[in-house]
């Protein structure tokens, strides 16, 4: 769906649009004629141009992810039981020193690792494609409001990031943002932003790398 290019919507009695349509980057052309569709907002952006439609359903869908997220972080603050996840006795233990592992638990570490693996790869995707929305949303705002959600979002990240630093090979450090006097509140935010978006790109091709030199976990 990120990769659609050309949408005809057309006749198609739609009243209103999946603001999930904003994750379309790569769409330039969009026909909506004749569909009942009642957000006014909406219609202006659809008749300036395929890009501001999109810019407008990609702000609408990112500040949905953060309130989602948001509520997510609620959910983790309440009380979880205990669980194991300790691999199975013996499966990373060193050769000659443990019992001899069996067949059913050398499948299920192959399998925990498979998920984990396939886990990794989904989660790298989704935060590239999220990084890229941001972007978008980041060169089109032009008042603070509109950046601050971004600047939450992007604050959100740096501890995930951090804990990724540990595995990867060295990434460049962040270069801080050089101000001059007389910029606004919107450009020196958009500085402060800008680089920590390239870190975390940086961040996620080191994963990728990772993940490409290593298709197979070596057992002990």
């Not at 006749?11 to 004749?34: F, H, K, V, Y």
């Not at 990609?58 to 948001?70: I, R, S, Y």
């Not at 690792?113 to 989660?123: A, C, G, Q, Y």
């Not at 450090?173 to 020196?188: H, M, R, S, Y």
């Amino acid at each position: 769906m990120s990769r659609l290019v050309t949408l005809n919507l057309s006749d198609n009695r739609i009243t209103e649009l999946p603001i999930s349509m904003g994750a379309c980057q790569m769409l330039n052309s969009c026909l909506l004629e004749r569909n009942p569709i009642t957000d006014e907002q909406l219609l202006t952006k659809y008749n300036i141009g395929c890009d501001h439609l999109i810019d407008y359903l990609g702000k609408k869908w990112f500040n949905l992810q953060q309130q989602k997220k948001a509520q997510e972080k609620k959910k983790e603050k309440q009380p979880k039981l205990a669980v194991n996840n300790a691999p199975p006795p013996n499966v990373l233990s060193p050769r000659g020193n443990s019992p001899r592992v069996t067949r059913a638990e050398m499948n299920d570490f192959k399998e925990r690792e498979s998920k984990f693996r396939t886990n990794s790869e989904t989660l790298t995707k989704q935060c590239r494609e999220e990084l890229t929305l941001i972007k978008k949303v980041l060169v089109s705002a032009t008042t603070v409001e509109e950046l601050l959600p971004i600047a939450q979002g992007v604050r959100e990240l740096i501890p995930h990031m951090d804990e990724a630093r540990k595995i990867i090979p060295p990434v460049a450090p962040l270069q801080q943002p050089q101000f001059k006097g007389d910029e606004d509140k919107v450009t020196k935010l958009k500085k402060s932003v800008i680089p920590r978006i390239r870190e975390f790109e940086g961040i996620l091709d080191g994963i990728t790398v990772l993940l490409t030199a290593n298709p197979n976990m070596e057992l002990l």
